[in-house]
């Protein structure tokens, strides 16, 4: 039976691999080594690859610190981060959301073998990720230290040990997100803080990693005698690494205890969490709700409650909003700085500053993509507005409004930062506010556009159609595109043109794709909509 | 109240909807019958605007859907045989966002969301999203949309199907209701015996084409709907 469990666990997992949603058929042999080849690269070529860089910039100063530990315990630990935060919510959602959990416990199967099936596919996710860091860490080792049986077998001990842990851990969080989501009543937003706050903490480590492995390295022997003081258990932890025993056998044993201890906890809860949905609690009714919009409000409305409804759509469509935020801070707080040195880099380029910034502040707009999947994400709801006496320029009108709220303002605010940097006079300031502000207009009309010519309204799966449909993908890189002409015809004419020449002059094809774009909306685009 | 004419749709190479014509007039409750596949849905959704089709006149209180589908959809509600409603929404919500789109006061919605709350018993989860509703509840949930802004004419899918037998009873009241106070109803059904008991007028499609339609008498004559529909659905 868990063979037979694990055997559809895959299938599920390596679904895309094999199975092409769009077209609605199996991948060609051919595709799916193609697939998989892909995965390959990008998992074990760049992000193993910069994990081996990281690994060989440490191990040398270390080893040679005679701290080999701290090697281990370092990259260890990144390892069960990684491990852990990649997989959590994959677990969350593959042990306590699975579609066919309510099907799976209607059968004679004992729950002990469900939850096992789905241990083996956390393990194995935890696995994977584990292993971009930790096998570029054992390679660089054994290339540094002399190859004996304890700096061989140790590695690969704290290898499995690590994958543990993270089996453990993701198990434990994704059980904690599960209890907290049945409670939590702002979810898209609560998903959307945290996923920003992990990106940002991403990052912030990234920008100041070089420091922190310059510190780690000069100061080998000072942290390492501080770790072993204070955090005695990390600095066991990486003593697996160097093929300690004691080390081994304790971390094993322990490691072993609490995974039984979770799995027993997990089966004992499974039902409970896997079969409850949002609490069914009865409220009392809120008659003052009733309040009356017009027919264009109610319609923006709904397009807004589509899109706080959820995470994925607010994280994938709409990173330009914060993207734009933080470019007007930065801009605000550091920007004369940085507006120096690059004025400085070309001096030949007398507009290079506002036409750089100008390009920067439409390239961040361009992140905002939300009237892209509006269309589809109509779906199986369609009929509602097909049959409701509402036109269907009014309904495309709400989903380009939507785009233009969400956009201008971010936009403006970040032009306005950046006019207080630059103090531009009067004529140049107003074309520097203006034509990022028709850029938005013409990104929102082009991605509109966009949804209306590659629909999707069969789709099964929300995220699928918001990260990786073609038209999406199109919204995207056709605005850098533009950038990149922006660029271009900058380098050619910028020399000999000031700022609000060359502005108008790449406004003048802007405005013309804007009145195209317009007009093909309300004619063409409304047609479209009506017959879908 | 609609008037039919005529009505083909076609899919590509198949013709879903052949020739089909009818008139329901005000009062009535007309009852649309037919096996899997032989056209009411695409009647229904032609009739409500959703669907275009390809010849043929629909007329609601004597305007053309084609030449005004607004004014149409203004004095009808559709609810389909699946209730796909945004998810996203409470039910409170989505019944303000029917209000607003039909223009419905605030004091006429407030009191008809709690009086038709009340009856089909949704008030104490009208503030929960429509993702946590039962099959059932969402069909409540569009019973009362459609029931939002009194329409003279309202169209349904298999209305029964997922309801308890009181909605289903609450329901059939309410029909008639519409239809004493000088509304129409067209609605398909599988149910004969519902059919039988609540319909003053019947038709019954097979393959997309009409093939016998009238008062409940004049379909059935002397034998049982049922009995009547199989004969039919045996000829060839």
Known sequence: ?532 | MLRIEYLTKTFGKKTAVNDLSLHIAPGEIYGFIGHNGAGKTTTLKSVVGILQFDAGEVKIGGVSLRQDPIACKKMLAYIPDNPDIYEFMTGRRYLNFIADVFGVDEKTRRDRIREYADRFELAGDLEQPVSAYSHGMKQKLAIIAAWMHEPRLIVMDEPFVGLDPKASHLLKGMMREVCDGGGAIFFSTHVLEVAEKLCDKVAIIKQGSLVRSGSMDEVRGDDSLEEVFLELEAEE
């Open chain 1, 1 to 532: 039976m868990l063979k037979t469990l694990i055997k559809k666990q895959f299938a599920e997992i390596f679904r895309t691999y094999f199975y092409d949603q769009r077209k609605n058929r199996a991948r060609s042999k051919g595709s799916v080594i193609a697939w998989f080849v892909f995965f390959i690269l990008i998992m074990g070529g760049v992000m193993g690859g910069l994990f081996a860089s990281l690994a060989a910039s440490i191990c040398g100063g270390l080893l040679a610190a005679n701290t080999a530990w701290l090697y281990f315990a370092v990259l260890g630990l990144l390892a069960v981060l990684l491990g852990v935060f990649a997989s959590v919510f994959n677990t969350y959602s593959g042990l306590y959301l699975a579609k066919d959990n309510d099907l799976l416990l209607s059968l004679p199967i004992p729950v002990r073998t469900i939850m096992a099936s789905r241990i083996v596919s956390v393990y194995l996710l935890g696995l994977m990720y584990a292993a971009v860091v930790f096998v570029p860490t054992m390679i660089v080792y054994w290339l540094h230290a002399p190859l004996t049986f304890f700096t061989v077998f140790g590695p690969l001990v704290m290898f499995a040990v690590i994958s543990v842990i993270v089996m453990i851990l993701s198990c434990g969080l994704g059980w904690v997100v599960a209890k907290i989501s049945l409670k939590l009543k702002n979810k898209s937003f609560v998903t959307v803080f945290v996923t920003l706050l992990f990106i940002a903490v991403y990052y912030f480590f990234y920008f100041k990693a070089t420091d922190l492995v310059r510190d780690l390295i000069a100061n080998a022997a000072e942290y390492g005698e501080k770790i072993r003081g204070s955090a005695y258990i990390v600095y066991l932890f990486g003593r697996i690494g160097e093929g300690d025993i004691p080390a081994m056998l304790i971390f094993t044993a322990a490691s072993a205890i609490v995974f039984l201890l979770v799995c027993w906890l997990l089966t004992r809860g499974f039902i409970d969490v896997a079969t409850a949905s949002v609490p069914a609690v009865k409220t009392r009714s809120r008659q003052k709700n009733e309040k009356r919009y017009s027919v264009p409000s109610s319609l923006l409305r709904r397009e807004f409650a589509r899109f706080t409804s959820s995470p994925n759509y607010m994280l994938n469509c709409a990173l330009g909003i914060i993207m734009l935020a933080a470019a007007g801070i930065l801009l605000l707080v550091k920007g004369t700085d940085i507006l120096e040195q690059i004025e400085n880099m070309m001096p030949e380029y007398p507009a290079l500053v506002p036409v750089l910034l100008c390009a920067l502040i439409c390239m961040l707009a361009s992140m905002n993509d939300m009237a892209t999947p509006s269309v589809s994400l109509e779906g199986r709801s369609l009929w509602i507005l097909q049959s409701l006496p509402v036109t269907a320029r009014q309904v495309l009108f709400a989903k380009l409004k939507m785009q233009l709220i969400l956009t201008a303002i971010p936009v403006l605010f970040a032009s306005v930062c950046a006019q207080i940097v630059l103090r531009l006079p009067v004529p140049e300031a107003i074309v520097f506010l203006a034509v990022p502000l028709l850029y938005t207009l013409f990104s929102a009309l082009y991605d509109l556009m966009l949804g209306l010519v590659m629909p999707n309204l069969t789709w099964t799966n929300e995220t699928v159609l918001i990260k990786q449909s073609g038209n999406i993908a199109l919204a995207l890189f056709s605005g850098w595109g533009y950038e990149l002409l922006v660029a271009v015809a900058f380098f050619i004419l910028g020399k000999s043109v000031g700022f609000v020449p060359f502005m108008t002059i790449v406004s003048v094809p802007l405005l013309a794709a804007v009145v195209l774009l317009y007009r093909w909306i309300c004619r063409k685009g409304t047609k479209i909509y009506q017959e879908l």
